[in-house]
């Protein structure tokens, strides 16, 4: 695995391109055919290499899949430790939004804020039918980091959200509290309209405190 990433970096590959054949990178490593194999197998279970069969083995493009995964399935191992990963998902989601909303504010466009509001405006329509709005979430914090230009900031978005998604179930909230999500939403968009810092991180800190206060009322250390 060191030897096909020191040949990645070596030779200045990037994500998409395409590694050697089997028995070319053999015999660029000097290493056996199984050996690689094995390599490549864990490789692509960490997203830096990507198998695509019929086409060769290309660079990854170093998303955060396994983190989802490892942390996810470490949350769902107990509800003890469900609540506890759940808790510090939040603390990540929100540190981050809050502690970059100067860029964000100055980053966002007239397009931004009406898909932002548009999305907000759809998860309380859904609500109000007392439907789930779970696609509508991720789309709005997504739409939300876009105008940062930061790859890896989406990707940490995307990641922890999807723990959040996966570990929370259990504390999914009612209809009423779903109303509430959205409508939070909504006041986060007006933050935002009104290019107001101060308010944006107001509106942030209201949006998480549903969850932890489900938490609290599951677990009150959590």
């Known amino acids: 695995m060191g030897q096909i990433k020191e040949y990645i970096l070596r030779n200045h590959l990037k994500p998409g391109d395409l590694l050697p054949t089997e028995a070319e990178l053999c015999e660029a490593i000097g290493a056996s055919r199984s050996s690689v194999r094995e390599a490549v197998k864990t490789l692509s279970a960490l997203d830096i290499v990507e198998v695509r069969h019929g086409h060769g083995t290309f660079v990854g493009r170093m998303s955060l899949a396994a983190l989802v995964e490892s942390l996810a399935f470490r949350g769902l191992l107990t509800s003890e430790e469900d609540q506890r990963v759940l808790g510090q998902v939040v603390d990540v989601r929100e540190t981050l939004e809050q502690g970059l909303a100067a ?17 907000a405006a759809e998860m309380v329509e859904r609500a109000e039918r007392e439907e789930d709005f779970l696609d509508l979430d991720r789309e709005f914090h997504l739409k939300l980091m876009e105008p940062l230009g930061n790859d890896l900031v989406l990707q940490l978005t995307e990641a922890f959200w999807q723990v959040q998604a996966i570990v929370a ?6 209809a009423s509290q779903q109303l509430l999500t959205a409508e939070l939403h909504v006041a986060i968009v007006e ?28 677990n009150p250390s959590a």
């Open 191 to 218: 933050a935002v309209v009104a290019n107001d810092e101060a308010r944006f991180r107001d509106a942030i800190a209201a949006h998480y405190a549903p969850v932890r206060a489900s938490l609290a009322r599951v």
């Open 169 to 174: 179930p259990s504390l999914r909230p009612v």
């Open 103 to 119: 860029q964000l504010l100055a980053g966002l466009d007239d397009e931004h804020r009406e898909d932002l509001a548009a999305l």
